[in-house]
C-alpha cells in the first residue's frame, strides 16, 4: 500500500510508544474519538484480564473485517492461486448486496448504503440510506446499539473513510461505541489500531479498509496495484486474526465482507447488476446452511439464493446472544451460524387486492412460525414455503407497508412489504321483491318449464305452427329453469316454421294491454329485412295491419329491436332501442288505445334501462289484432321466412340469404289487459323472479 506514507511513518511511531495514549490513535492518519463508557482513550486503557484457564467458558468475541473493493471474483483467484493464505483459512462464499430488485428493499450498490446494511442487518427500507451523500442519519438500530443493550462489552470501531467515520459518529455520541478512529485512508493505521483494541480486551471491533476500491478505480480490476494491495490487505487480515488468538480464555468470530461490488471497469456505479451485486462473506467458524457454496451466480436470480451483506450483523448477534426474539425482529438479515433461517423472503398483494402471499425457501428442518408486525399469525409445518395473509384488518383503499418475520425453528428473517388493498365496493342492495300487482290484468302467462307450453291462466294456447315443423326445445332460463328455445331453421314443405299463441280474448282488443317477456338472441344471422320475434301481423311490411316486435343488425355485441304497429296505410315505429348478444333482456310493449301512446322498455345487464315512453299512436286502433294469432320467432302468417323470399310451397329452408332463419329463445312471457307500470316492470327485472312466484 503506497497511500499516506508519511502519515503511516507517524502511525508507526506513535504505536510504538503507549497504546493508551490518544495521540496513538490520532497519530494514524485521523482523529481519535472516544465515548465516555469503560474505555476511555480508543484502543488504550487496561487490558481485559484474562482469566485462568477451566475458570470459566470462554468469553466470546467478535472481529468484523470490512474491505471495499474486494469482488468475490479477484478474492476466489487470489484465494485459488495460493495468494491470499489467511483469507483461505476462512469460509467464503458469495453474498448480494443492494437488496432485492424491484422491491421495497432495493437500494443502490455504493458504500454507504453498503455499509449501513452490514452494521445494521437491514436495508435501505428500514435505514434510509440510499446515497453516498453527506450527512445522512441511520434510522436502523447499529450493530453497536444492540450490542451496548445486551451488555455485551466495549466496542470499538476504526475506518479507512471519513464517510464511515461520520456514519457512525451518533452511535460514538451515544455511548454505543466506545472508540471510533478515523485513519483517513491509512491502511496501517486501521491494521495497528484494531489489534490494539483487540488486544486490550475490546469485545467488538470493526476494521474497514478502503485501499481495494481506490486501486479498482485508479487502475483497474486487472492491474498489478489491484493485485498487490489485495495481497496487503490478506496479510493485514492474518494479523488482525492472529491477535486474536493470542487472547486466552477467548472465542472469536471473524467475519470478512465488502459493501458491494464493482462493475467491470472496477468502478461504483450503483446499478443491480450481478457484478455491481456480488460481494462475500468469510468467517472462520463452520456456518449454517444458508452461507451456500463457493460456486458465484451468474444471475441475479441465482444470486438471490444466497446469503446476503444484512446476514451479517444478525449473525453477530446470535453469535453473542443478542439477536432480538421474534416479536421485536426487524432484520431482513438472517444468522449464519446454528439454526438455518429460511431466505428469499419476499411478499406480495394477492390477487383478491386484499390479502398479502408471503413466498419464501425453507430450510430442511424447522417447523415455521409467522409474524405480522410482532404477532403470531401461523403456525406451519416444517418445509412450509408460503402464506396467505387474509387477515389483514383493512378497510380503507392504500397502501399499507407490514413486517413480516418469519422464524424456522429459532432462526427469524423479516421483511417489510406492503399490500396495495383496494376496498370492496359495496355489496349490491337486494333485489327489489316482485310487484304483487303484476296479477292485476294479466290475461295469460306461460312460464313454460316443460312441452307443450301451457298457459298458467288457460286464456290461450301456445304450438308449432306445423306440427311436423316443431323445433321447440327447452333451455336453461334466467330464473334457472327452463325456457322455450325456438329454431326456424326447421321448416315444413309448406313453410310453415317457429310458434303460435292464441288467445280466447285478444288483449289487442282492449283498450290497454301490455306484452311482456324474456327474450335471448346470438344476434348472429340479421339483415336489414329484419327478423320476427313476436308479431300478428304479416310482417312482410311494416305497414301491414297489427304489432309487430322485431331484430335488425346492430353493432359486435348487441342488436336492434324495433317495435311496429300499423294498419294498412300508417304505420308507428319505435326503432332506437338494442338487446346484447348472448344474455337475457326483458322487453315489453304496452299500448293505451284511450289515450293514444305507446311505451317501448328494454332491461339489458349489460345496456341498462332503455325506454321509450308516450310516442303518439296514430294508427286506427281496430286493426291492431292483425290476423289474431301473434307468432313466436315468427309473424301472424307463420310463414315470414318464405315470404321474405317471395318464395311458396314447396319450400326448402334457407332458400335466399335475404332473411336467413334464426334461433330464438323466450320465457316467463305475459299478456296484461292493462297498461303495466314502469316500476312494475322494473321489478320484474330486478327481482330477478318470475311471475309464476305470484301465482298459486
Not at 22 to 27: F, P, Q, R, V, Y
Not at 62 to 83: H, N, P, Q, R
Not at 250 to 271: K, P
Not at 450 to 465: E, I, K, Q, V
Request: glycine share 12%; charged share 10%.
Amino acid at each position: 500500500m503506497t497511500r499516506h506514507t508519511v502519515a503511516q511513518f507517524a502511525c508507526g511511531l506513535a504505536l510504538l510508544g503507549a497504546l493508551g495514549a490518544t495521540a496513538a490513535l490520532s497519530g494514524c492518519g485521523g482523529a481519535s474519538q472516544s465515548g465516555s463508557g469503560n474505555v476511555n482513550n480508543g484502543a488504550g486503557g487496561t487490558p481485559a484480564s484474562t482469566p485462568a484457564a477451566g475458570t470459566a467458558p470462554p468469553a466470546r468475541k467478535m472481529l468484523l473485517i470490512e474491505l471495499d473493493g474486494v469482488t468475490y471474483s479477484a478474492l476466489s483467484a487470489g484465494i485459488a492461486g495460493g495468494k491470499l493464505p489467511n483469507l483461505a483459512k476462512l469460509t467464503v462464499a458469495p453474498a448480494y448486496s443492494g437488496g432485492v430488485n424491484g422491491t421495497l428493499s432495493q437500494q443502490p450498490n455504493l458504500d454507504t448504503p453498503g455499509w449501513a446494511s452490514v452494521l445494521t442487518g437491514t436495508w435501505a427500507d428500514r435505514h434510509q440510506i440510499n446515497s453516498d451523500a453527506p450527512n445522512q442519519a441511520l434510522h436502523s438500530s447499529t450493530v453497536f446499539q444492540r450490542l451496548k443493550s445486551a451488555g455485551a462489552g466495549s466496542t470499538g470501531a476504526v475506518v479507512d473513510s471519513e464517510s464511515l467515520a461520520a456514519l457512525l459518529s451518533p452511535d460514538q455520541n451515544a455511548g454505543y461505541l466506545n472508540t471510533l478512529v478515523n485513519c483517513a485512508s491509512v491502511d496501517t493505521c486501521v491494521t495497528q489500531t484494531g489489534a490494539g483494541m483487540i488486544g486490550n480486551g475490546y469485545s467488538f471491533v470493526v476494521a474497514q479498509y478502503h485501499s481495494a476500491q481506490d486501486a479498482a478505480l485508479n487502475t483497474g480490476l486487472a492491474s498489478t496495484n489491484y493485485a498487490n494491495t489485495l495481497v496487503q490487505l490478506d496479510a493485514a487480515v492474518g494479523t488482525l486474526i492472529g491477535e486474536t488468538a493470542k487472547r486466552s480464555n477467548e472465542s472469536w468470530l471473524v467475519m470478512v465482507t465488502a459493501g458491494h461490488g464493482l462493475n467491470a471497469a472496477g468502478g461504483t456505479d450503483g446499478l443491480p447488476l450481478p457484478p455491481e451485486s456480488t460481494s462475500f462473506i468469510a468467517l472462520n467458524q463452520t456456518p449454517n446452511a444458508r452461507l451456500g457454496n463457493t460456486a458465484a451466480p451468474a444471475t441475479m436470480a441465482a444470486l438471490y439464493t444466497r446469503a446476503s451483506i444484512a446476514d451479517v450483523t444478525p449473525t453477530l448477534l446470535a453469535y453473542q446472544g443478542a439477536l432480538p426474539d421474534a416479536a421485536s425482529y426487524a432484520l431482513d438479515g438472517g444468522q449464519l451460524l446454528g439454526a438455518t433461517p429460511v431466505s428469499q423472503l419476499l411478499g406480495t398483494t394477492g390477487s383478491d387486492n386484499a390479502s398479502l402471499v408471503l413466498k419464501w425457501t425453507a430450510p430442511a428442518s424447522g417447523a415455521i412460525s409467522v409474524l405480522r408486525n410482532g404477532s403470531v399469525i401461523a403456525s406451519l409445518p416444517a418445509g412450509t414455503a408460503t402464506y396467505t395473509d387474509n387477515q389483514l384488518g383493512l378497510t380503507t383503499t392504500g397502501v399499507y407497508p407490514f413486517n413480516y418475520t418469519v422464524v424456522a425453528g429459532s432462526a427469524p428473517l423479516s421483511t417489510i412489504t406492503q399490500v396495495v388493498y383496494v376496498q370492496p365496493p359495496p355489496p349490491p342492495p337486494p333485489p327489489p321483491p316482485l310487484a304483487t300487482t303484476l296479477t292485476t290484468g294479466l290475461s295469460s302467462y306461460y312460464p313454460f318449464g316443460a312441452l307443450p307450453p301451457a298457459d298458467r291462466l288457460n286464456a290461450s294456447t301456445m304450438a308449432p305452427w306445423a306440427a311436423d315443423a316443431d323445433a321447440g326445445t327447452l333451455v336453461a332460463d334466467p330464473f334457472g329453469g327452463k325456457g322455450l328455445q325456438i329454431d326456424t331453421h326447421t321448416v315444413d314443405s309448406n313453410g310453415f316454421d317457429g310458434y303460435k299463441l292464441a288467445q280466447i280474448d285478444d288483449v289487442t282488443t282492449h283498450a290497454q294491454f301490455t306484452i311482456g317477456f324474456w327474450f335471448y338472441t346470438s344476434c348472429a344471422n340479421l339483415t336489414g329485412n329484419g327478423t320476427p320475434v313476436f308479431s300478428n301481423k304479416n310482417y312482410y311490411s311494416g305497414g301491414n295491419a297489427g304489432i309487430a316486435i322485431g331484430l335488425f343488425p346492430g353493432s359486435g355485441t348487441s342488436c336492434n329491436i324495433r317495435f311496429n304497429v300499423g294498419d294498412g296505410s300508417t304505420r308507428n315505429d319505435i326503432n332506437s332501442l338494442n338487446v346484447s348478444a348472448n344474455k337475457w333482456t326483458y322487453l315489453a310493449l304496452s299500448i293505451d288505445t284511450a289515450a293514444k301512446t305507446i311505451n317501448a322498455y328494454i332491461f339489458d345487464p349489460v345496456l341498462g334501462e332503455q325506454k321509450v315512453l308516450g310516442q303518439t299512436l296514430s294508427v286506427n286502433i281496430a286493426k291492431l289484432p292483425g290476423l289474431g294469432v301473434f307468432g313466436l320467432n315468427e309473424d301472424g302468417t307463420g310463414r315470414y321466412y318464405m315470404n321474405a323470399c317471395n318464395d311458396s310451397p314447396p319450400y326448402t329452408v334457407g332458400e335466399c340469404a335475404a332473411t336467413p332463419p334464426d334461433v330464438q329463445a323466450f320465457s316467463d312471457l305475459a299478456l296484461w289487459t292493462r297498461i303495466v307500470t314502469e316500476a312494475e316492470l322494473q321489478s320484474v327485472y330486478g327481482s330477478g323472479q318470475p311471475l309464476s312466484t305470484l301465482i298459486h
